[in-house]
């Protein structure tokens, strides 16, 4: 009678591992190795592809054409790049810009209810003297503000303009505090991330003391008549000061000068 283990034992000897069988668990030993068979059989049976070519020209002209694509802007793009351009022209040396971001509203009827919520958003920043607008994608914004040479802060202000976020300009820093006290009034819907203010990028604690000063036309006006005429009448008192006491010691020379004259002339008749 033949015996299962003795035959089992003959077919297969210590340490001889079957072709085609994975390990059901990779050990971390790099001394461990699979097969010879199953390594050969994987480089035959395994589909490989060339490796792509640096210099293929369909694959340089398609490099190409993807860079320029995104380095400029066509069709409708590139109306809306050359009117924010003209925003930012009007906008950036006096005004400031703010980006707003919006929540994703997690049901059907969402653009309705978007829509609606930011049309009334949009109606209390203007009464607040401001513009808030929904007309510029992403990919607009950041070529834009990228290219914008006259304010390199822009660039970095595209950090933080994402996909869900829109922008809100004004020219009048004053009316900057009627804004934000707008957007408190709209926060299940919209967020403030960040802006800028004359040409100079502000956190949300900077733009909130911006909006604390007193930015008043008259006020700044009478501020800057002050300095102004500060400096001038400090001016005249230092040039009065030099002028008095350079006529003063014109008058003592004139005074020693007389007396040396009656001196020669008293000199002259005792001579004579």
Request: aromatic residues 8%; glycine residues 4%; hydrophobic residues 35%.
């Amino acid at each position: 009678m033949i015996k299962v283990s003795s035959i089992l034992n003959d077919g297969f000897k210590k340490r001889q591992l079957l072709p085609f069988v994975l390990p059901t668990r990779r050990s971390r030993n790099p001394k461990i190795k699979p097969s010879p068979d199953y390594a050969i059989m994987k480089k035959i049976t395994w589909p490989s592809l060339p490796k792509p070519k640096n210099d293929d020209r369909a694959t340089l002209n398609q490099r190409l054409a993807v860079k320029f694509e995104n380095e400029h802007l066509f069709g409708i793009d590139h109306t809306l790049g050359i009117k924010l351009q003209k925003i930012i022209e009007e906008n950036a040396h006096t005004g400031f810009f703010l980006i707003i971001g919006f929540f994703q509203m997690p049901f059907d009827n969402m653009d309705y209810a978007f829509m609606d919520a930011f049309a009334t958003l949009a109606r209390d920043v203007e009464k607040a003297g401001a513009t808030l607008t929904h007309q510029y994608p992403k990919h607009v914004r950041d070529l834009v503000f990228r290219h914008y040479e006259e304010c390199p802060a822009l660039k970095d202000l595209s950090r933080i303009a994402f996909k869900n976020t829109d922008l809100l300009y004004g020219s009048d820093i004053s009316k900057l505090k009627k804004v934000l006290n707008s957007l408190k009034k709209h926060k299940t819907s919209f967020v403030l991330l960040g802006g800028m203010v004359q040409k100079q990028l502000c956190t949300i604690e900077q733009l909130e003391s911006i909006s604390k000063l007193d930015l008043d036309e008259t006020t700044l006006r009478g501020e800057t008549l002050g300095i102004l005429s500060h400096h001038q009448n400090q001016t005249l008192g230092l040039l009065s000061q030099h002028q008095n006491h350079t006529s003063a010691l014109l008058q003592q020379h004139q005074q020693q000068f007389l007396g040396l004259l009656h001196q020669l002339e008293v000199q002259k008749k005792d001579a004579s």
